[in-house]
Each structure stands twice: as structure tokens, then as C-alpha cells.
């Protein structure tokens, strides 16, 4: 796979179709370019659900508690991503600074001062155990998550990235680019970083982790929805009728 394309328009291109093979690659069994999102305007460049995931080790497909969901977007160009480059370096720093005090309060404060928003038996061990630190009462860190926010809409504010994000649109959230177009720290709060790679096999390599998000179970369905009519009108046009699923049967979406 190159990346580095005379034209843009191919790269990102390139991008969306390479970013689908990964989805499906990790068990994402819907997988499609041009979905709608779940609940704007919005066309996401890549979106993916799945209902278990494939163990490379034993060669079992693990069933999943509830079905996950991803959406990657493309972006081939730091002037297509950055939004205002005189203030977003001096925004990253303060986010950054934020960033070190919301961990702080969570690791000192609130672990100590509301031993209740633990989500006990979420791990094996004490220290990985999940917390619901969204739900702290505690002024000081709902004043930092705010004025993080604050930051966020400055730095994306008019994007996708923030809004969904925002409204937590899917499980996972990443942003697909060639290699070394973006660092870690300019990244919008909770998206992963995936980079082209034209050595690796998978065309992918994951340099930043997606921060793991809760979607609501309707913008699920509705987000499935979307990438089968995604995935038929791209059929359509190519001439094609996908007639091939390999969803549970007894998957039955709530209704919308």
C-alpha cells in the first residue's frame, strides 16, 4: 500500500478502503465507506459493528456481552485537519496541563473520596478496576472536565472529531492518516491514531489506542442500519449484490 499518492483525493481514498479491510480484519463483520452517522448530518468516512472478535491465538470467535462499534476518519493532510494553526499549539498545552490535572484529582482525590464510582469485578486486579469518574461530585474535577471541554471546542470545535466524541457515536474512534501526519498529542480527546504502513501486512499500524467509550444502545442499531445501506448503495454502483451476513440469528435491533 502508498500512501504518498499524487493526489489527495486517491490518498483518502486509499485511506477509507484500507481503513474498511482493517474493521473487518478485527472482527468487525459490517464494515463500509460513506456511512451516515447515527445522529446528524454527518457522513462518516468508515464505520464498523461487531458482535464478538476473533482470537488469533486459539482460533475461536469470542461472543461480546454487547455489540461494539468504530468509526475511523480519514484525513490525508495537516491542513485538512488542523483548524486554526496559530492558537492550536498554545491549545495543546493547555489541554495538556488540564489533561494532568484530571488525572491527578482521579488518582488522588476521588479514588480516595468516593470509593462508590469503582465498578468492582470490571477486572481481575485492584488496579486495572474501572472507575465512573464522569459521576464525581467533587467541584475541582467538574470545573477541569469543563474547562477541557472549553478547549476541545476551541481546538475542534468545528468538527465531527469533538461532536462525536462528544456524544459518544460509536465504541471506538479513530483517525486513519499516513505515518507521521499527526503526533499523539494533537489527537482530539478520546480518538485512537491509526497510520499507514506500507510494510505491514494488515496496511495499518494502531500508534495510539482509542480511549474506550460506552455508545447507547440505539445509536448501535442505527449506526448497523446505516452501514448496510452504505455497503448496498457502494454494491449498487459497482454493479454488485452483496448477499453474504454472518450476524447471530437471534440479533433482532430494538426499535428506533
Known amino acids: 500500500m502508498h500512501c504518498h499518492l499524487a493526489m489527495e483525493t486517491s490518498v483518502h481514498s486509499l485511506l477509507k478502503r484500507t481503513a474498511a479491510a482493517w474493521l473487518r480484519s478485527q472482527g468487525y463483520l459490517a464494515a463500509a465507506c460513506e ?22 491465538a486459539t482460533g475461536e470467535r469470542i461472543r461480546l456481552d454487547q ?41 488522588h482525590r476521588i479514588k480516595a473520596l468516593e470509593p462508590q464510582l469503582r465498578r468492582s469485578g470490571s477486572s481481575l486486579f485492584a488496579e486495572l478496576e474501572e472507575w465512573d469518574f464522569a459521576s464525581s461530585a467533587l467541584p475541582a474535577y467538574q470545573r477541569t472536565l469543563r474547562k477541557l471541554e472549553q478547549i476541545d471546542q476551541r481546538l475542534h470545535g468545528q468538527t465531527k472529531f469533538f461532536h462525536i466524541a462528544r456524544y459518544a457515536l460509536a465504541d471506538a474512534l479513530y483517525l486513519a492518516t499516513p505515518a507521521g501526519l499527526l503526533t499523539q498529542r494533537e489527537l482530539p480527546s478520546g480518538w485512537g491514531l491509526l497510520e499507514c504502513d506500507p510494510i ?28 448496510a445501506i452504505a455497503a448496498c448503495t457502494g454494491a449498487a454502483r459497482r454493479g454488485a449484490i452483496i448477499v453474504e451476513t454472518d450476524f447471530d440469528s437471534d440479533f433482532a435491533p430494538e426499535r428506533l
Request: hydrophobic content about 40%.
Open 67 to 107: 455489540p461494539e462499534t468504530a468509526i475511523i476518519e480519514c484525513k490525508c493532510s495537516r491542513a485538512d485537519f488542523l483548524r486554526d494553526s496559530r492558537r492550536f499549539d498554545a491549545l495543546l498545552t493547555l489541554r495538556r496541563r488540564y489533561e494532568g490535572i484530571r488525572r491527578s484529582i482521579e488518582e
Open 200 to 227: 505491514a501486512s494488515e496496511g495499518f499500524t494502531v500508534r495510539v489506542e482509542a480511549q474506550a467509550m460506552t455508545s447507547r444502545p440505539v445509536h448501535r442499531h442505527r449506526l448497523l442500519r446505516n452501514i
Open 35 to 56: 456511512v451516515r452517522s447515527p445522529i446528524a448530518r454527518w457522513v462518516l468516512d468508515v464505520a464498523g459493528w461487531r458482535d464478538a472478535w476473533h482470537d488469533s
